[in-house]
């Protein structure tokens, strides 16, 4: 995520310098089906930008727009048309839409799924000769204009460089895409010059903030998808480079890596494969991953939740817990690094896609976790629901106690100031309950896949039910703990101020 880029409305201006905003701290990932134990294709993100940042999971409804209507990102003045018809999608957007709207992850209503986007940034040489556009598109917009536009992924990546080459991009972005036929990455590179491939079946990627593709088949029309100019300009920046005499994508458009891609990069590799070569001094790191280890659901969250586990390394926020003081930025300190799960974290998502799920549902399940899954669960959605629970829609900006988000955020709040006390009886619970619904889920997706082609209003109808009795009980569990955590956390308080 790149929002303080936006609202400050100094894009160009950091970009043209070479400096990368402290909020753009995303990881991406991708697992392709032949990797993973039940065939399904794992892909989603963590978004990751500050504390205390509240997020909602809406349900965007289909509509009717009138002609020459317009979409109009109020954080950078980017404009563009609506399709006549705007398709329905589930969206988990920011909660302040004047500073962007940030529609983050979903599927519409013709299965096309979304992750937009792991913010990134060209190198200064690429950007004298190509930079950012001021009021061009950025993260704040691109699920909004994208998910309710198009009906296959490769529409939708060809609607994204249709709007690169027409207006500009606002930044660096990362966006996957993906539907029945399978999973689209793309890297938006600088002002006007992009490249997105098919993402093979056989491979895995883990992708902070920086770009990854290395070389691309720019021949194979079908696969990919690249602007005209995208080695014309690395050649005129001065910044082209051959690795085994082809031109290298992420290599050309970089700049040095920094710590806190560096150690996300490096852990989440290791995280899915501890046996993979790579190591943390690295200069870089390649998008396509091997490996003969097969994959599931939990590894992908487990992935979400990596704070180091199994490294010689420890994470950033530990430092003021070990008596060194508290850090002042993601720079790696002896010891001490930036982990995928961090303070900053505020939702996580996973879509959990199905070759047998039929695309009305979204082509299979978004594990979606509203507030860092730390200590949060991930619930399982099916696309084709119209609404969702109340505490995932208040929008109040400091701690409310209705708000799903802000509960979540202070129970990790509370669990992470006092380790010793609580340890990790949050997250077992947590990841308990995980469990349960892995086995509902694939009963309730089969029901619902079996009634889509009948009746899809009953359909929708049983998905609505389901998600929302879950989540209601599930808040009120997690208010229960709440009330528990504070209780404790005060015995704990006052037993330190007696010392």
């Known amino acids: 995520m790149n929002k303080k880029k936006i609202i400050l409305g100094a894009v160009t201006a950091l970009a043209a310098l070479g400096f990368q905003s402290s909020a753009s701290a995303c990881t991406g990932f991708i697992i392709g089906k032949d990797l993973t134990k039940d065939g399904s294709t794992l892909y989603g993100r963590t978004e990751d930008l500050e504390p205390n940042h509240n997020k ?26 609506l399709p006549k018809h705007s ?8 909660v302040t839409p004047e500073e962007g709207v940030y529609d983050e992850a979903g599927s ?38 994208i998910l309710p536009s198009v009906k296959t992924a490769k529409e939708g990546i060809q609607l994204i460089a249709k709007i690169v080459d027409e207006k500009g991009s606002a930044e660096g972005n990362i966006v996957t895409i993906a539907d029945k036929e399978g999973i689209w990455y793309m890297e938006i590179l600088s002002g006007h010059q992009y490249v997105a491939i098919k993402f093979p079946n056989d491979k895995f990627a883990v992708f902070p903030n920086t770009f990854y593709l290395g070389q691309v088949n720019f021949d194979d029309k079908e696969n990919t998808i690249a602007s005209a100019d995208v080695q014309k300009v690395a050649q005129k920046a001065k910044s082209f480079k051959k690795v085994d005499g082809k031109f290298h994508v992420s290599r050309s458009y970089n700049p040095p890596m920094n710590d806190a891609n560096r150690s996300r990069a490096f852990s989440g590799i290791k995280s899915l494969d501890p046996d993979s070569k790579v190591t943390y001094k690295d200069d870089n790191y390649e998008l396509l991953q ?6 599931t659901l ?6 979400q939740r990596n704070r180091f586990e199994g490294l010689d390394l420890k994470p950033l926020d530990q430092m003021e817990l070990d008596g060194k003081g508290k850090p002042k930025s993601k720079e790696a300190i002896k010891g001490y690094a930036y982990p995928i799960s961090n303070p ?9 896609l199905k070759d047998d799920v039929p695309a009305e549902l979204g082509g299979g399940v978004m594990w979606l976790s509203i507030g860092s899954p730390r200590n949060a669960p ?10 969702t629970y109340k505490a995932y829609q208040e929008k109040s900006t400091k701690y409310n106690g209705d708000s799903w988000y802000w509960t979540i955020s202070h129970i990790n709040d509370m669990v992470a100031a006092n380790p010793k006390k609580f340890g990790t009886e949050v997250i077992d619970e947590m990841k308990k309950l995980e469990k349960t619904w892995m086995t509902e889920q694939e009963t309730t997706t089969k029901e619902v896949s079996d009634l889509v082609s009948k009746d899809p209003a009953a359909a929708e109808e049983k998905a609505n039910k389901v998600s929302m009795d879950r989540a209601e009980k599930t808040f009120k569990r997690l208010k229960e703990i709440e009330k528990k955590l504070v209780k404790e956390s005060k015995k704990v308080k006052k037993a330190k101020s007696k010392n």
């Open 56 to 81: 909602n999971f809406l349900v965007r409804k289909a509509k009717d727009n009138k002609s020459g209507e317009k979409w109009k990102d109020q954080a950078n003045g980017f404009e563009y048309p």
């Open 87 to 94: 398709f329905k999608y589930t969206a988990v957007p920011d």
């Open 108 to 145: 519409n209503e013709y299965g096309v799924s979304m992750s937009a986007t792991v913010s990134a940034s060209a190198n200064k040489k690429i950007l004298k000769v190509d930079p950012y556009v001021k009021d061009g598109l950025a993260e704040s917009s691109m699920a909004s204009v």
């Open 290 to 295: 091997s490996t003969n280890k097969k994959f």
């Open 298 to 303: 939990e590894d992908a969250q487990k992935l």
């Open 344 to 352: 900053n974290v505020m939702e996580a998502h996973i879509f959990q």
């Open 378 to 387: 991930y619930l399982p959605y099916l696309g084709n629901i119209s609404k």
